[in-house]
Protein backbone atom coordinates (compact mmCIF):
# COMPACT_ATOMS: atom_id res chain seq x y z
CA UNK A 1 0.00 0.00 0.00
CA UNK A 2 2.88 2.55 0.74
CA UNK A 3 4.28 1.63 -2.70
CA UNK A 4 0.88 2.22 -4.11
CA UNK A 5 0.71 5.36 -2.50
CA UNK A 6 3.92 7.25 -3.71
CA UNK A 7 3.96 5.55 -7.10
CA UNK A 8 0.78 7.11 -7.48
CA UNK A 9 1.79 10.31 -6.20
CA UNK A 10 5.18 10.36 -8.88
CA UNK A 11 3.06 10.22 -11.94
CA UNK A 12 0.68 12.59 -10.65
CA UNK A 13 3.53 15.15 -9.65
CA UNK A 14 5.81 14.01 -12.95
CA UNK A 15 4.01 14.23 -15.72
CA UNK A 16 6.50 15.25 -18.43
CA UNK A 17 9.74 13.37 -18.83
CA UNK A 18 11.33 17.26 -18.87
CA UNK A 19 9.89 17.93 -15.29
CA UNK A 20 11.23 14.67 -14.09
CA UNK A 21 14.46 14.96 -15.36
CA UNK A 22 14.62 18.47 -13.99
CA UNK A 23 12.83 17.47 -10.59
CA UNK A 24 15.49 14.66 -9.94
CA UNK A 25 18.50 16.39 -10.96
CA UNK A 26 17.83 19.14 -8.27
CA UNK A 27 17.14 16.52 -5.20
CA UNK A 28 20.49 14.73 -6.43
CA UNK A 29 18.81 11.70 -8.14
CA UNK A 30 18.66 10.00 -11.21
CA UNK A 31 15.37 9.48 -12.90
CA UNK A 32 14.57 6.74 -15.37
CA UNK A 33 14.59 7.18 -18.93
CA UNK A 34 10.58 6.75 -19.58
CA UNK A 35 10.29 9.76 -17.47
CA UNK A 36 9.09 7.85 -14.40
CA UNK A 37 10.91 7.40 -10.70
CA UNK A 38 12.18 4.37 -9.75
CA UNK A 39 10.83 2.21 -6.96
CA UNK A 40 13.79 3.23 -4.62
CA UNK A 41 13.83 7.08 -5.83
CA UNK A 42 10.14 7.51 -4.82
CA UNK A 43 10.25 6.22 -1.82
CA UNK A 44 12.92 8.42 -0.74
CA UNK A 45 11.20 11.55 -1.99
CA UNK A 46 9.70 13.89 0.49
CA UNK A 47 5.64 13.46 -0.38
CA UNK A 48 4.76 15.90 1.53
CA UNK A 49 1.73 13.77 3.04
CA UNK A 50 0.07 12.81 -0.45
CA UNK A 51 -2.61 10.45 -0.87
CA UNK A 52 -2.96 6.81 -1.91
CA UNK A 53 -5.19 6.88 -4.76
CA UNK A 54 -7.84 9.59 -6.21
CA UNK A 55 -10.65 6.23 -5.81
CA UNK A 56 -9.79 6.17 -2.51
CA UNK A 57 -10.99 9.39 -2.07
CA UNK A 58 -7.53 11.00 -0.50
CA UNK A 59 -7.72 9.06 2.26
CA UNK A 60 -4.44 7.78 3.85
CA UNK A 61 -2.74 5.64 6.47
CA UNK A 62 -3.02 7.57 9.36
CA UNK A 63 -0.54 5.94 11.30
CA UNK A 64 2.63 6.44 8.24
CA UNK A 65 4.60 9.75 9.08
CA UNK A 66 6.73 11.55 6.53
CA UNK A 67 9.35 14.69 7.81
CA UNK A 68 9.40 17.46 5.30
CA UNK A 69 12.48 19.03 4.38
CA UNK A 70 12.42 21.71 7.38
CA UNK A 71 12.27 18.47 10.03
CA UNK A 72 9.25 19.06 10.95
CA UNK A 73 6.97 16.00 11.72
CA UNK A 74 3.74 15.33 9.94
CA UNK A 75 0.82 12.94 10.42
CA UNK A 76 -0.04 11.35 7.04
CA UNK A 77 -3.30 12.42 7.82
CA UNK A 78 -2.99 16.09 7.54
CA UNK A 79 -3.90 15.03 3.65
CA UNK A 80 -5.73 16.11 1.12
CA UNK A 81 -9.47 16.56 1.90
CA UNK A 82 -12.27 14.83 -0.42
CA UNK A 83 -14.04 17.53 -2.63
CA UNK A 84 -17.70 16.37 -1.36
CA UNK A 85 -16.80 17.43 2.17
CA UNK A 86 -15.83 20.67 0.60
CA UNK A 87 -18.72 21.77 -1.21
CA UNK A 88 -21.16 24.25 -0.29
CA UNK A 89 -19.54 25.34 3.27
CA UNK A 90 -19.26 28.66 3.63
CA UNK A 91 -16.77 29.86 7.06
CA UNK A 92 -16.51 33.67 8.07
CA UNK A 93 -14.34 34.79 10.69
CA UNK A 94 -14.23 38.20 12.70
CA UNK A 95 -11.15 39.33 11.31
CA UNK A 96 -9.98 43.02 12.57
CA UNK A 97 -8.27 43.85 9.37
CA UNK A 98 -5.39 46.20 10.02
CA UNK A 99 -4.48 49.05 7.94
CA UNK A 100 -2.61 47.54 4.86
CA UNK A 101 1.44 47.36 4.42
CA UNK A 102 2.58 48.83 1.06
CA UNK A 103 6.13 48.51 0.27
CA UNK A 104 8.37 51.29 -1.73
CA UNK A 105 9.02 50.41 -4.84
CA UNK A 106 12.58 52.75 -5.48
CA UNK A 107 12.69 53.45 -8.37
CA UNK A 108 12.90 50.96 -11.82
CA UNK A 109 16.11 48.08 -11.68
CA UNK A 110 16.61 48.55 -8.03
CA UNK A 111 17.38 44.83 -6.30
CA UNK A 112 16.46 44.72 -2.72
CA UNK A 113 17.68 40.92 -1.02
CA UNK A 114 14.80 40.32 1.30
CA UNK A 115 14.96 37.35 3.46
CA UNK A 116 11.86 35.06 2.88
CA UNK A 117 13.06 31.93 4.94
CA UNK A 118 15.52 31.55 7.57
CA UNK A 119 18.61 31.99 5.98
CA UNK A 120 17.47 32.22 2.99
CA UNK A 121 17.26 35.29 0.49
CA UNK A 122 15.89 36.13 -2.52
CA UNK A 123 15.82 39.16 -5.14
CA UNK A 124 13.27 41.75 -5.28
CA UNK A 125 13.49 44.40 -8.38
CA UNK A 126 11.61 46.87 -9.51
CA UNK A 127 9.89 46.83 -12.43
CA UNK A 128 7.90 49.70 -11.89
CA UNK A 129 6.99 52.82 -9.97
CA UNK A 130 3.48 53.38 -10.65
CA UNK A 131 1.75 50.97 -9.34
CA UNK A 132 4.41 49.46 -8.17
CA UNK A 133 5.62 46.08 -9.82
CA UNK A 134 8.16 43.48 -8.68
CA UNK A 135 9.64 40.96 -10.24
CA UNK A 136 11.53 38.01 -7.53
CA UNK A 137 13.21 35.17 -9.66
CA UNK A 138 13.41 31.70 -7.91
CA UNK A 139 10.69 32.24 -5.73
CA UNK A 140 9.36 29.16 -6.21
CA UNK A 141 11.32 25.62 -6.45
CA UNK A 142 11.21 23.05 -9.16
CA UNK A 143 9.50 20.98 -7.12
CA UNK A 144 7.08 22.96 -5.46
CA UNK A 145 5.95 24.33 -9.50
CA UNK A 146 5.39 20.90 -10.19
CA UNK A 147 3.27 19.67 -7.02
CA UNK A 148 0.79 23.10 -7.80
CA UNK A 149 0.70 21.67 -10.98
CA UNK A 150 -0.27 18.04 -10.38
CA UNK A 151 -2.63 19.63 -7.18
CA UNK A 152 -4.42 21.38 -10.06
CA UNK A 153 -5.04 18.34 -12.19
CA UNK A 154 -6.26 16.32 -9.46
CA UNK A 155 -8.86 19.34 -8.93
CA UNK A 156 -10.02 19.36 -12.46
CA UNK A 157 -9.77 21.92 -14.58
CA UNK A 158 -12.53 24.29 -16.02
CA UNK A 159 -13.09 26.67 -18.45
CA UNK A 160 -11.90 30.20 -17.05
CA UNK A 161 -14.22 32.59 -16.32
CA UNK A 162 -14.80 36.47 -16.20
CA UNK A 163 -17.07 38.45 -13.70
CA UNK A 164 -19.71 40.45 -15.20
CA UNK A 165 -19.14 38.55 -18.54
CA UNK A 166 -20.67 34.91 -20.14
CA UNK A 167 -17.55 33.66 -21.38
CA UNK A 168 -19.49 30.90 -23.54
CA UNK A 169 -21.78 33.63 -25.20
CA UNK A 170 -18.66 35.59 -26.17
CA UNK A 171 -17.27 32.08 -27.34
CA UNK A 172 -20.09 31.71 -29.63
CA UNK A 173 -19.79 34.90 -30.98
CA UNK A 174 -16.15 35.25 -31.59
CA UNK A 175 -15.05 34.70 -34.97
CA UNK A 176 -11.00 34.55 -33.69
CA UNK A 177 -9.75 33.71 -30.18
CA UNK A 178 -8.27 36.84 -29.79
CA UNK A 179 -11.87 38.26 -30.00
CA UNK A 180 -12.25 37.03 -26.99
CA UNK A 181 -11.43 38.55 -23.47
CA UNK A 182 -9.99 35.24 -21.73
CA UNK A 183 -8.65 32.07 -23.38
CA UNK A 184 -7.53 29.50 -20.62
CA UNK A 185 -8.71 27.04 -18.12
CA UNK A 186 -8.43 27.22 -13.89
CA UNK A 187 -9.04 25.08 -11.07
CA UNK A 188 -8.99 26.52 -7.50
CA UNK A 189 -6.30 25.16 -4.72
CA UNK A 190 -6.41 25.67 -0.71
CA UNK A 191 -5.36 23.66 2.40
CA UNK A 192 -7.78 21.07 1.35
CA UNK A 193 -6.49 20.10 -1.39
CA UNK A 194 -2.71 20.61 -1.40
CA UNK A 195 -0.46 19.08 1.08
CA UNK A 196 -0.20 20.75 4.48
CA UNK A 197 3.63 20.90 4.73
CA UNK A 198 3.82 22.74 1.66
CA UNK A 199 0.54 24.59 2.00
CA UNK A 200 2.26 26.34 5.56
CA UNK A 201 5.32 26.81 3.74
CA UNK A 202 3.88 28.74 1.15
CA UNK A 203 1.50 30.86 3.10
CA UNK A 204 4.78 31.30 5.88
CA UNK A 205 6.61 32.92 2.73
CA UNK A 206 4.10 34.97 1.11
CA UNK A 207 3.36 36.41 4.48
CA UNK A 208 7.22 37.61 4.44
CA UNK A 209 7.29 38.84 0.54
CA UNK A 210 3.68 40.94 1.70
CA UNK A 211 4.64 42.17 5.01
CA UNK A 212 1.06 41.13 5.96
CA UNK A 213 0.19 38.68 8.54
CA UNK A 214 -1.27 34.85 7.97
CA UNK A 215 -4.36 35.74 9.53
CA UNK A 216 -5.45 38.28 7.16
CA UNK A 217 -3.93 35.54 4.00
CA UNK A 218 -6.30 33.19 5.13
CA UNK A 219 -8.81 35.90 4.36
CA UNK A 220 -7.50 36.13 0.99
CA UNK A 221 -8.71 34.21 -1.55
CA UNK A 222 -7.40 30.21 -2.79
CA UNK A 223 -5.06 30.04 -4.68
CA UNK A 224 -5.88 30.09 -8.52
CA UNK A 225 -4.14 28.10 -10.79
CA UNK A 226 -4.41 28.41 -14.61
CA UNK A 227 -3.41 26.79 -17.93
CA UNK A 228 -3.33 28.33 -21.07
CA UNK A 229 -2.04 26.26 -24.32
CA UNK A 230 -1.85 27.73 -27.80
CA UNK A 231 -4.14 31.23 -28.68
CA UNK A 232 -4.64 31.36 -24.91
CA UNK A 233 -4.24 34.40 -23.77
CA UNK A 234 -6.39 37.18 -21.11
CA UNK A 235 -6.76 40.98 -22.32
CA UNK A 236 -6.01 43.81 -20.03
CA UNK A 237 -8.01 43.70 -17.16
CA UNK A 238 -7.74 44.99 -13.50
CA UNK A 239 -7.90 42.02 -10.62
CA UNK A 240 -10.67 44.05 -8.37
CA UNK A 241 -14.08 45.65 -9.63
CA UNK A 242 -13.58 49.06 -10.63
CA UNK A 243 -14.07 51.42 -7.75
CA UNK A 244 -15.24 54.60 -9.77
CA UNK A 245 -18.82 54.38 -8.91
CA UNK A 246 -18.85 51.18 -6.95
CA UNK A 247 -16.88 52.24 -4.12
CA UNK A 248 -19.97 52.37 -1.70
CA UNK A 249 -20.31 48.85 -2.24
CA UNK A 250 -19.01 45.89 0.09
CA UNK A 251 -16.44 43.55 -0.25
CA UNK A 252 -17.91 39.94 -1.53
CA UNK A 253 -15.90 38.13 0.44
CA UNK A 254 -17.53 40.05 3.44
CA UNK A 255 -21.05 39.50 2.26
CA UNK A 256 -22.30 36.03 2.12
CA UNK A 257 -26.16 37.16 0.11
CA UNK A 258 -23.96 38.14 -2.74
CA UNK A 259 -21.87 34.64 -3.13
CA UNK A 260 -24.73 32.59 -4.28
CA UNK A 261 -24.90 35.02 -7.33
CA UNK A 262 -23.84 34.00 -10.60
CA UNK A 263 -20.57 35.78 -11.26
CA UNK A 264 -21.05 36.26 -14.97
CA UNK A 265 -24.20 38.58 -14.33
CA UNK A 266 -25.20 42.11 -13.41
CA UNK A 267 -26.25 41.01 -10.78
CA UNK A 268 -23.29 40.13 -8.71
CA UNK A 269 -21.29 43.34 -9.87
CA UNK A 270 -24.62 45.21 -8.36
CA UNK A 271 -24.33 43.08 -5.34
CA UNK A 272 -20.99 43.51 -3.96
CA UNK A 273 -17.15 44.75 -5.24
CA UNK A 274 -14.04 42.44 -5.37
CA UNK A 275 -11.33 43.87 -3.06
CA UNK A 276 -8.22 42.05 -4.25
CA UNK A 277 -5.40 44.83 -2.93
CA UNK A 278 -2.81 42.85 -4.64
CA UNK A 279 -1.81 40.25 -6.81
CA UNK A 280 1.18 37.85 -6.23
CA UNK A 281 1.32 35.89 -9.41
CA UNK A 282 3.73 32.97 -10.21
CA UNK A 283 4.95 31.36 -12.82
CA UNK A 284 4.99 27.86 -12.84
CA UNK A 285 6.65 26.41 -16.48
CA UNK A 286 8.21 28.08 -18.81
CA UNK A 287 6.79 28.59 -22.32
CA UNK A 288 8.52 28.45 -25.32
CA UNK A 289 7.30 31.57 -27.17
CA UNK A 290 4.69 33.55 -26.23
CA UNK A 291 2.74 33.90 -22.77
CA UNK A 292 4.22 37.45 -21.20
CA UNK A 293 2.35 38.86 -18.39
CA UNK A 294 2.28 42.38 -20.21
CA UNK A 295 1.30 46.04 -17.83
CA UNK A 296 -0.10 48.35 -20.90
CA UNK A 297 -0.32 51.51 -18.77
CA UNK A 298 2.70 51.24 -15.94
CA UNK A 299 4.55 54.40 -15.19
CA UNK A 300 2.78 56.16 -17.99
CA UNK A 301 2.42 60.17 -17.87
CA UNK A 302 -0.69 61.49 -16.84
CA UNK A 303 -1.88 63.30 -19.79
CA UNK A 304 -1.26 59.89 -21.82
CA UNK A 305 -2.92 57.70 -19.52
CA UNK A 306 -5.98 60.03 -19.65
CA UNK A 307 -6.01 59.69 -23.35
CA UNK A 308 -6.33 55.94 -22.88
CA UNK A 309 -9.57 56.35 -21.49
CA UNK A 310 -11.38 58.35 -23.86
CA UNK A 311 -13.38 56.75 -26.54
CA UNK A 312 -11.71 53.54 -24.91
CA UNK A 313 -13.81 51.25 -27.10
CA UNK A 314 -11.66 52.27 -30.03
CA UNK A 315 -8.62 51.86 -27.96
CA UNK A 316 -6.53 48.81 -28.27
CA UNK A 317 -3.95 48.92 -25.79
CA UNK A 318 -6.28 46.29 -24.22
CA UNK A 319 -5.96 43.95 -26.62
CA UNK A 320 -2.71 42.08 -25.70
CA UNK A 321 -3.46 39.48 -28.70
CA UNK A 322 -1.82 42.12 -31.17
CA UNK A 323 -0.28 44.87 -28.73
CA UNK A 324 1.12 42.95 -26.42
CA UNK A 325 4.64 44.09 -26.98
CA UNK A 326 3.64 48.16 -26.68
CA UNK A 327 3.31 48.01 -23.31
CA UNK A 328 5.08 49.67 -20.71
CA UNK A 329 6.10 46.37 -18.82
CA UNK A 330 6.51 43.03 -20.07
CA UNK A 331 7.96 40.08 -18.16
CA UNK A 332 8.74 36.59 -19.56
CA UNK A 333 7.40 34.27 -18.05
CA UNK A 334 9.99 32.05 -16.28
CA UNK A 335 9.54 28.96 -14.08
CA UNK A 336 9.84 29.79 -10.51
CA UNK A 337 9.65 33.44 -10.59
CA UNK A 338 7.04 35.58 -8.99
CA UNK A 339 5.31 39.64 -9.88
CA UNK A 340 4.02 40.98 -7.20
CA UNK A 341 2.04 44.39 -7.58
CA UNK A 342 -0.43 46.27 -6.35
CA UNK A 343 -4.48 46.58 -7.57
CA UNK A 344 -5.36 49.91 -4.72
CA UNK A 345 -4.45 52.59 -3.65
CA UNK A 346 -4.80 52.98 -0.09
CA UNK A 347 -7.56 55.55 1.46
CA UNK A 348 -6.28 58.37 4.42
CA UNK A 349 -6.85 55.58 6.92
CA UNK A 350 -4.00 52.93 5.31
CA UNK A 351 -7.44 50.75 3.91
CA UNK A 352 -8.06 49.91 0.47
CA UNK A 353 -9.07 53.35 -1.60
CA UNK A 354 -9.61 53.29 -4.95
CA UNK A 355 -8.38 50.69 -7.69
CA UNK A 356 -5.30 51.91 -9.40
CA UNK A 357 -5.92 51.81 -13.32
CA UNK A 358 -2.61 51.55 -13.84
CA UNK A 359 -2.71 47.97 -12.86
CA UNK A 360 -4.48 46.84 -15.88
CA UNK A 361 -2.46 44.13 -16.51
CA UNK A 362 -3.22 40.91 -19.16
CA UNK A 363 -1.73 37.36 -20.47
CA UNK A 364 -0.14 37.60 -23.75
CA UNK A 365 -0.47 35.07 -26.24
CA UNK A 366 0.78 31.89 -26.16
CA UNK A 367 2.57 31.10 -29.45
CA UNK A 368 4.52 28.02 -28.89
CA UNK A 369 4.37 25.71 -26.21
CA UNK A 370 2.07 26.12 -22.79
CA UNK A 371 1.75 27.97 -19.94
CA UNK A 372 1.20 27.69 -15.77
CA UNK A 373 0.68 30.15 -13.56
CA UNK A 374 -0.91 30.60 -10.27
CA UNK A 375 -2.47 33.71 -8.13
CA UNK A 376 -2.93 34.45 -4.92
CA UNK A 377 -4.75 37.95 -4.75
CA UNK A 378 -4.47 39.82 -1.28
CA UNK A 379 -7.86 40.57 0.25
CA UNK A 380 -8.12 44.06 1.85
CA UNK A 381 -11.90 46.17 3.03
CA UNK A 382 -12.27 49.42 3.98
CA UNK A 383 -11.79 51.20 7.14
CA UNK A 384 -15.61 51.02 7.35
CA UNK A 385 -15.90 47.62 7.10
CA UNK A 386 -12.92 46.30 9.12
CA UNK A 387 -14.49 44.32 12.00
CA UNK A 388 -16.53 42.69 9.60
CA UNK A 389 -16.51 39.10 9.46
CA UNK A 390 -14.82 37.78 6.43
CA UNK A 391 -14.96 34.25 4.73
CA UNK A 392 -11.87 32.18 5.00
CA UNK A 393 -11.06 30.14 2.17
Same mark, same amino acid.
Given at each position: %???? #??????? @???????????????????????????????? *? &??????????????? /?? =???????????????????? +???????????? +???????? &???????????????????????????? $???????? $????? %???? %??????????????????????????????????????????????? %??????? &???????? @??????????????????????????????????????????? !?????????????????????????? #?? /?????????????? =???? =?????? @???????????????????? !?? *??? /????????????????????????????????????????? *????????????????? *???? #???
Amino acid at each position: %MEFK #MVLVFCL @LLLTTLKTVVEACEQQGIPSTNDGTCSRDTCI *N &RDVDNEPEDKHNNYK /VD =ADSKETDKNNEDVSIEEGIV +DEDEQEGVLEFR +DYEFQPLA &RIIPGKVGDVEEIELEEGKFYKRITRSV $NPPIFEIP $NYLSV %MECN %MIISAALYAGLETSAVVGHDINEERNQASHLSEMSRVSEQTWLSSDT %MPKTLWR &RLVNRLSK @LTQLPVEHLEVSEQMQVVSYVSGGHYHAHIDSTDTTDKLHLPC !CAQTPECLEVDISTEGFEECCRICRY #MT /VLYYLSDVEEGGET =AFPL =ADMPDD @LFEEKFKDREFQSWHDLSNF !CY *NAS /VVVKPKRGTAIMWYNHLLDENGYLGHVDMRSNHGGCDIIKG *NKWIANNWIAGTSFRDR *NKPS #MIY
